[in-house]
């Protein structure tokens, strides 16, 4: 079974600044598909940003990218001119091609992103 | 173009008795999932289904839990005789498809919470 560890429990960083959030996983599997999720509050996930492991490209949205390293089987989030707005949990995900008998995703514990007027 | 529902938000049932929880998912998808949040936990797979079918169900507990997605109407996940610790927010997403990279779409969530 796929595991997925995201080693911060809670980062702080100021508005502006730029902050890396960590996520690692666990598979056996050579192809499969990444996630960050954010749940602000209001407890509604949203996505940010996803990646296949196919790509060696690293996913982009706006100020959101990823640092995903296959054979470290890890998959960075790093957020660029933090805002208030993107105080919030953010959960890495992690799921397997589709017919493996695992189809829903696999998410971490979540980091507690705190934003510093 | 409504999101995900689900209804009701917030549920409060003593030990014993039973809980409905509600999924319309977004319009033309008919892949559905549950999801069940601990406090302080990430989201734990429960149970994926389309139309009338169940499709894997390998993270839910055997006893006291079911879903359904009949051909009309809401994606349902029932708890027979909750117990203290069924208490939970669960979490509805649905997808178009099941291509593994599409974005699964979540629902807000119904807080369960068994006195």
């Known amino acids: 079974a796929q595991t997925v560890t995201q080693s911060q429990p809670e980062m702080s960083v100021q508005e502006a600044e730029t902050v890396t959030l960590s996520c690692t996983y666990d598979?056996?599997?050579?192809?499969?598909?990444l996630f960050w999720y954010k749940q602000p509050p209001s407890r509604q996930m949203i996505l940010v940003i996803r990646?296949?492991?196919?790509?060696?490209q690293n996913a982009t949205e706006n100020r959101f990218s990823v640092n995903f390293q296959k054979a470290a089987k890890s998959f960075s989030l790093k957020i660029s001119d933090s805002q208030l707005g993107d105080a919030a949990m953010y959960f890495c995900?992690?799921?397997?091609?589709?017919?493996?008998?695992?189809?829903?995703?696999?998410f971490g514990k979540g980091t507690h992103l705190i934003i510093q007027p | 173009n409504a999101g995900v529902m689900q209804n009701p938000r917030h549920l409060v049932r003593r030990r014993g008795q039973e809980a409905r929880l509600r999924c319309s998912p977004m319009?033309?998808?008919?892949?559905v999932y549950w999801y069940r949040q601990l406090p302080e936990e990430g989201l734990k797979f429960m149970v994926y289904?389309?139309?009338?079918?169940?499709?894997?169900e390998s993270g839910m507990p055997k006893e006291r839990f079911s879903a359904e997605f009949p051909k009309e109407g809401p994606s349902i996940l029932r708890i027979q005789q909750v117990v203290r610790g069924d208490s939970a927010a669960y979490f509805c997403?649905?997808?178009?498809?099941?291509?593994?990279?599409?974005?699964?779409?979540f629902g807000p969530g119904t807080r369960l919470t068994v006195l």
């Open positions: 997403a649905s997808s178009p498809s099941s291509i593994p990279n599409n974005e699964q779409f």
């Open positions: 598979t056996s599997e050579s192809d499969y598909y």
């Open positions: 990646q296949e492991a196919y790509k060696q």
């Open positions: 995900a992690y799921r397997s091609p589709s017919g493996g008998g695992a189809d829903g995703l696999t």
């Open positions: 319009k033309g998808h008919s892949h």
């Open positions: 289904l389309q139309k009338e079918n169940i499709i894997d």
